[in-house]
């Protein structure tokens, strides 16, 4: 929340059927929505010992055809019956995101989205070798943003996993949703990724931002590439990230910089955020942002035997810290939040997207809520 340092063009027009590329073909059908994580599907007595029927999200997932396996990686076709979901959360300022992917090759270490792949009845561990497409991105991304409930609503993109991912090369799922917000006005759009790719999608983004509200985000934890490389074992180099910003911004694209997350005794140093900082100002970021990384179970159960191998001397910190909430202390978080207040006035960053001084038909803008 993975890498090559550089990436193919994009399969052209890859929505325009409204089948993913794959080396299978799958017919999408109606399926009934992903199932509360407390759903144990039917009531009906299962003989001792037996597993229960799989509901939901989790039958999709074990019926799902495989369409590729490669570096070490294996790829899922999925029928959905939306692109859109209705986010009713309080710790996000949002009401809507996209995810065209369960599942992210980026294999970081300490991404919370984990326990997604347990609503599949997966491993936690399985989030970055087993990926799962959403089928029929297109058309239904289409659909969900003709609904009157959508309008005037921020959409939220690559909240969970990363929308540039390697899958996105070929399958170009995120590619063919663009593709529907390009002919629409008055959206407000966000994408947050990991990922240089994003700027081979420049031609769909100025449509966009001609005539709705578009903000990209690109998450940078360090600029230490050997730090960064054992963090996020296959994202793009902090500095190709910094690029992409560079490139997002000569384009007129609004764009700027997340330091996310912010992790204790590795990246949180007055020195690495300055520097992060920095070299956000001088890519052309319009704004810098920071939050302390966020534990579920899932991510502990990957992050701390990590640092227990690599760094040990942490792992003590990290589990009195995280063994019974999923927040860093208070006081912790709030000389962060000053730490990263101070940087910004010092680089003349804002701390979210300004509110655009070109007119548009609706969709009013929405604040971020980063410390």
């Given at each position: 929340?993975?890498?090559?340092?550089?990436?193919?063009?994009?399969?052209?027009?890859?929505s325009?059927?409204?089948?993913?590329?794959?080396?299978?073909?799958?017919?999408?059908?109606?399926?009934?929505?992903?199932?509360?994580?407390?759903?144990?599907?039917?009531?009906t007595?299962?003989?001792?010992?037996?597993?229960?029927?799989?509901?939901?999200?989790?039958?999709?997932?074990?019926?799902?055809?495989?369409?590729?396996?490669?570096?070490?990686?294996?790829?899922?076709?999925?029928?959905?019956?939306?692109?859109?979901?209705?986010?009713?959360?309080?710790?996000?300022?949002?009401?809507?995101?996209v995810?065209?992917?369960?599942?992210?090759?980026?294999?970081c270490?300490?991404?919370?989205?984990?326990?997604?792949?347990?609503y599949?009845?997966?491993?936690?561990?399985?989030?970055?070798?087993?990926?799962?497409?959403?089928?029929?991105?297109?058309?239904?991304?289409?659909?969900?943003?003709?609904?009157?409930?959508?309008?005037?609503?921020?959409?939220?993109?690559?909240?969970?996993?990363?929308?540039?991912?390697?899958?996105?090369?070929?399958?170009?799922?995120t590619?063919?949703?663009?593709?529907?917000?390009a002919?629409?006005?008055?959206?407000?759009?966000?994408?947050?990724?990991?990922?240089?790719?994003?700027?081979?999608?420049?031609?769909l983004?100025?449509?966009?931002?001609?005539?709705?509200?578009?903000?990209?985000?690109?998450?940078?934890?360090t600029?230490?590439?050997?730090?960064?490389?054992?963090?996020?074992?296959?994202?793009?180099?902090?500095?190709?990230?910094?690029?992409?910003?560079?490139?997002?911004?000569?384009?007129?694209?609004?764009?700027?910089?997340?330091?996310?997350?912010?992790?204790?005794?590795?990246?949180?140093?007055?020195?690495?955020?300055?520097?992060?900082?920095?070299?956000?100002?001088?890519?052309?970021?319009?704004?810098?942002?920071?939050?302390?990384?966020?534990?579920?179970?899932?991510?502990?159960?990957?992050?701390?035997?990590?640092?227990?191998?690599?760094?040990?001397?942490?792992?003590?910190?990290?589990?009195?810290?995280?063994?019974?909430?999923?927040?860093?202390?208070?006081?912790?978080?709030?000389?962060?939040?000053?730490?990263v207040?101070?940087?910004r006035?010092?680089?003349?960053?804002?701390?979210?997207?300004?509110?655009?001084?070109?007119?548009?038909?609706?969709?009013?803008?929405?604040?971020?809520?980063?410390?």
């Amino acid at each position: 929340m993975a890498t090559a340092s550089t990436f193919p063009a994009a399969p052209q027009n890859s929505s325009s059927s409204g089948v993913l590329r794959g080396r299978r073909n799958s017919t999408p059908t109606l399926f009934p929505d992903v199932p509360a994580p407390w759903d144990s599907g039917s009531s009906t007595l299962q003989p001792p010992g037996s597993r229960p029927e799989r509901v939901g999200i989790a039958r999709l997932a074990s019926s799902s055809p495989l369409a590729d396996a490669k570096r070490g990686t294996e790829y899922f076709l999925l029928p959905v019956r939306s692109i859109l979901n209705h986010c009713d959360s309080e710790r996000v300022p949002f009401s809507w995101t996209v995810n065209p992917y369960r599942g992210c090759e980026f294999g970081c270490q300490y991404c919370y989205a984990r326990y997604t792949h347990e609503y599949m009845e997966l491993d936690s561990a399985d989030f970055e070798r087993k990926i799962y497409v959403k089928q029929d991105c297109g058309p239904l991304a289409g659909r969900d943003l003709s609904m009157e409930k959508v309008q005037g609503e921020h959409i939220a993109i690559g909240t969970a996993t990363d929308p540039y991912q390697p899958a996105e090369r070929e399958y170009g799922a995120t590619r063919a949703i663009l593709e529907q917000m390009a002919s629409r006005k008055g959206l407000s759009v966000s994408i947050t990724t990991k990922s240089h790719q994003v700027t081979r999608d420049l031609d769909l983004l100025l449509r966009i931002a001609a005539h709705s509200t578009l903000q990209v985000n690109l998450s940078i934890t360090t600029l230490r590439r050997r730090l960064a490389r054992m963090l996020e074992p296959r994202a793009p180099r902090p500095d190709l990230r910094l690029e992409a910003v560079r490139q997002l911004r000569e384009a007129g694209i609004a764009a700027g910089v997340l330091a996310m997350p912010v992790l204790p005794g590795l990246t949180d140093s007055e020195a690495d955020l300055d520097a992060l900082a920095r070299a956000a100002r001088d890519a052309g970021a319009q704004w810098f942002a920071a939050s302390v990384v966020f534990l579920m179970p899932a991510a502990q159960k990957q992050f701390l035997p990590f640092l227990e191998a690599k760094f040990p001397k942490l792992a003590r910190r990290y589990r009195e810290w995280f063994t019974h909430s999923n927040y860093a202390p208070e006081s912790y978080r709030r000389e962060i939040s000053a730490r990263v207040a101070a940087l910004r006035k010092k680089y003349k960053l804002d701390s979210r997207p300004a509110e655009p001084a070109r007119p548009r038909e609706s969709a009013p803008q929405m604040t971020l809520g980063f410390e």
